[in-house]
């Protein structure tokens, strides 16, 4: 149940969901005050709306069914026929409930009917029908299964049977099919009328349900939406409660066969649901009788007294709550401890004004970071190779485990770095860091969506909130932090390689705006932004048409996320890392192997909040990415031999090389993100046949075009040289060099290697070493670090040709990109810190070793 780390379709979750602790009665999370009766006494425990009681409806056996609970067996048989009446009462409890509940929604439809076809109606007829869909036929199929099972409890023996009735009861499953296709547009419905009729408002806001027969004359008050939701949570009770009347129920008793059945049937309807249900699946009763739902939460990293600390918030219907876990005693139940709690009616979003700054934070050099990454990809590598040598012997990978864990867990806490800050009106401001601007919208939407109702501020005692806090363990939906140590074995371990993604057009737009869009991919547990289209100005319907080639790091998603830019320069803001463009609309989609990986391009389309974005995408793997395949021309620039080019041009360092250089100095050294952000392809293809064809008005192009296509046009000159600039026969050198730990001798080596090159290469490579540099001084502005753009053209510069990368054996893409990678990266990485270096100084010192290398 991984949480983010582990995307589950909604079908699995929702059973998922509900595996929560089981006590021996079945039932949890009634406090002693609910259980006992007006006289003081004990009861059976009260039902509400909270879905408390579960066992383990997920357990399943070899083949995937699910595996029915094992049934009293001899002398606990009349133990478990008593447990099997106390299961029923329960439930007839319940029952009684939601029958309520249903009648209370029903209260209104009639006289809005009547209103429906007079001059002044207060909804459509179609309105009325899209709201109360189904709900007459739901609520008499449960009154006729009510009537029909209190006699049995009431005049109760070991030969009564209820089988049948839980039989028919889900054999009526298809109607709920129905209600929850509808549910979602009749929760909109209902909201757009409460927002144009102030009358239906009031009905909706203050529906009266009755008390059960016992309370005489006690009603409690419902929203619509509240109720609305019940017969969704119902079908989910109903299976659990199949399940706990199956575990006492005797093999032998005529019931069994049948309620195995009935459990059968809704196990089947749970595991087809329409994915599109509003996901709030758990509750928790307010001592008024309340319910508090759970609406979403979260792992995020809060920024304490500058130090950064990772926190699970939940976002319950009218509050906030940030918790850290409790350390507890081996073999103890975990539970969360409050750090703070907001109202949402006290809730506001805070952005900084020219008074404010943000907060001194903590934050790990970008090199620290790339260096975490390529751990975890080598302890990944480990324990791929220990699983097939040890042959099922685990101490080795599960020493390991816990080694990625460690590092994975302070990746994910030293990563973000997106502020998304929350304000209590009367109190403090907290501030988070995210990694993904998707993340941080989608926290800032759903905040403001419950913040549209009627919210009145509430005040928890320290009782309340210390119930809620140790609800939140058994509520939570996110059980894991998102790392990948988290994951299953059998699951995917994700794509490496490259992801060329076509972003075609958007349709959809009410007015015109000027817009952009940005993907984002996940890599190690969260989601980094990695290309973003131009801006088309002033349009409804935007046509990029632009390519991208995004690098994936075991990625498993996809997300767009589209904007309307904000020119404003009064809006803008000081911190460098809020985004003040208008997210539009967002989505994703899950990279499933087997579609990116054919050759052929893949359409697809993602739907956001009414507007539709048309994509292509396809996937190369990292190993067939690495190589680098020979070219058999020799006329152009592209893959041909870097000595043929200069001497055909007469020049030191290629036309090529020079020109991009100059242009993204010229104008593309303060871009965020310059040599890192990917260029269009297409751009980038256009330039290739210019330079190719010596074009005369190059010059002209490269002055029109967008910088991030010069900027891929350079780097892609280097990764198609038939041999590295650094050359083949100096790699292994390079490599040994690298890993020398006395710093003389290395610097003796290094410096010997780099006399050892042809000059053509040793001059080019010298020409774009003070190039980076110059761009690395401008990180405060395009946040590109020495390290960054080591990582960018390490690989570049040094990928061996496929003769010599062969040789390597290597069979795992990540085991390419972990162990190479990181020392090509670290080479480069000399270069780049070490003071300047002169191609005339280094031909004229003397050498001190041997030149052959």
Known sequence: MGGCARLLPWRQREVLAYDFNYNTDGYEGDTAEDRKSQDGSETMPFIDESPTMSPHLCAQGQDGEAVSPTPPEGGDTEKGLEMKKLVLSGFLASEEIYINQLEALLLPMKPLKATATTSKPVLTMEQIDTIFFMIQDIFEIHKEFYDALSPNIQQWDEKVTVGHLFQKLASQLGVYKAFVDNYKMAVE????????????????????????????????????????????????????????????????????????????????????????????????????????????????????????????????????????????????????????????????FQTLDDSDSLPHVQTLPEHEIEEMKIKISIIKSDIQKEKKAQKGQSRNVDRLRKKMNEQESCLLLHSPTIPFRIHNKHGKSYLFLLSSDYERSEWRESIQKLQKKDLQACVLSSV??????????????????????????????????????????????????????????????YFVSKAKTRVFRDTTEPQWNEEFEIELEGSQCLRILCYEKCYDKTKLNKDDNEIVDKIMGKGQVQLDPQTVQSKNWHMDVIEMNGIKVEFSMKFTSRDLSLKRTPSKKQSGVFGVKISVVTKRERSKVPYIVRQCIEEVEKRGIDEVGIYRISGVATDIQALKAAFDANTKDILMMLSDMDINAIAGTLKLYFRELPEPLLTDRLYPAFMEGIALSDPAAKENCMMHLLRSLPDPNLITFLTLLEHLKRVAEKEPVNKMSLHNLATVFGPTLLRPSESESSKAHITLASDIWSHDVMAQVQVLLYYLQHPPISFAELKKNTLYFSTDV
């Open 189 to 348: 419905t209902a909201e757009k009328c409460s927002q144009a009729n102030s009358q239906f408002q009031k009905i909706s806001e203050n529906l009266k349900v009755k008390g059960p027969k016992e309370s005489k004359d006690c009603t409690t008050s419902a929203t619509m939406e509240a109720l609305l939701y019940k017969p969704i949570d119902r079908v989910t009770r109903s299976t659990l409660v199949l399940h706990d009347l199956l575990k006492h129920t005797p093999k032998d008793h005529p019931d069994f066969p049948l309620l195995q059945d009935a459990l059968r049937i809704s196990q089947n309807f749970l595991s087809s649901i329409n994915e599109e249900i509003d996901p709030r699946r758990t509750a928790v009763t307010t001592p008024k009788g309340e319910v508090r739902q759970l609406v979403k939460d979260g792992f995020l990293v809060e920024v304490s007294e500058g130090t950064r600390k990772l926190r699970h918030v939940f976002l319950f219907t009218d509050l906030l709550l940030c918790a850290k876990m409790k350390k507890t005693a081996v073999g103890k139940h975990q539970q969360y401890e409050c750090k703070w709690y907001i109202p949402l009616a006290d809730l506001s």
């Open 464 to 525: 309340e909130l210390q119930v809620l806090t140790g609800s939140c363990f058994k509520l939570r939906t996110v059980h894991n932090i998102p790392v990948t140590s988290n994951k299953d074995d059998e699951e995917s371990p994700g794509l490496y390689g490259f992801l060329h993604v076509i972003v075609h057009k958007a349709t959809g737009f009410k007015e015109s705006a000027n817009l952009y869009c940005t993907l984002e991919v996940d890599s190690f547990g």
